[in-house]
């Protein structure tokens, strides 16, 4: 069964601080995609990355995958609270194209 | 540009009845997701429409789980009978095309409790 594990499950930091999430699966994979989740809200696509070493910057947050490690990170520079959020990777299979998603990551900027 | 459309926002029933979503994709969707969100978890996907055929459903309980979309548009979940696990969000979401890096549009979901 394919698995896609983030960490850390919850974080907690400053305003102004940077922090990265990190998002590993288990299958290979060519589509990864992040979205953003508030409370009590749907889900927003954030990002897109379809190839090896695929980097896409929007803001303060910026994605990146390395397709041989089976990694992405979702890296958060200058943290402001309105970046407090549930943050999902998915993933999505190459061969059937099923999606996984990952456990989300609760971020809480701290003013 | 509409986004995705669901209906109802809410629902309780009691286990073992029967309940339906409705879900009305962005216009031009070919294809249209069901995903079951638990609280404290990731959306799961449960069923993957391209268009009104099925590409995907090895997640979806077919026991007590039906899904379809006639003509292409919009598509219905039913679970019968409910049981007490049923109880999550049920988001639907469209993308204009599978398979190519498209992006996922998702509705604002339903929130079914069963008691």
């Known amino acids: 069964e394919l698995k896609v594990e983030q960490n850390p499950l919850f974080l907690s930091m400053q305003e102004g601080k940077n922090y990265t999430i990190y998002c590993n699966y288990s299958t290979t994979s060519d589509r990864l995609y992040w979205y953003r989740q508030d409370p009590g809200k749907s889900l927003e696509s954030l990002f897109v990355l379809l190839s090896n070493g695929a980097v896409k910057q929007e803001g303060r947050l910026m994605a990146s995958l390395d397709t041989k490690a089976r990694l992405s990170t979702l890296h958060i520079t200058a943290a402001v609270h309105d970046l407090s959020a549930t943050y999902f990777c998915a993933v999505a299979r190459k061969i059937g194209n099923q999606f996984y998603f990952g456990t989300g990551t609760s971020l809480t900027v701290i003013p | 540009e509409a986004g995705v459309a669901q209906s109802p926002r809410y629902k309780i029933i009691e286990k073992r009845q029967s309940v339906a979503f409705w879900c009305n994709p962005i216009?031009?969707?070919?294809?249209l997701y069901w995903y079951q969100q638990i609280l404290g978890q990731g959306p799961k996907l449960l069923i993957q429409?391209?268009?009104?055929?099925?590409?995907?459903d090895s997640q979806l309980p077919k026991d007590r789980f039906s899904a379809e979309r006639l003509k292409g548009v919009d598509s219905t979940l039913k679970i019968q009978p409910a049981k007490l696990e049923d109880s999550a969000v049920y988001l639907c979401?469209?993308?204009?095309?599978?398979?190519?890096?498209?992006?996922?549009?998702f509705g604002p979901g339903t929130r079914l409790l069963v008691l």
């Open positions: 216009s031009g969707h070919a294809t």
């Open positions: 429409f391209q268009n009104n055929g099925v590409v995907d």
């Open positions: 979401a469209s993308s204009s095309l599978a398979g190519k890096g498209e992006t996922q549009y």
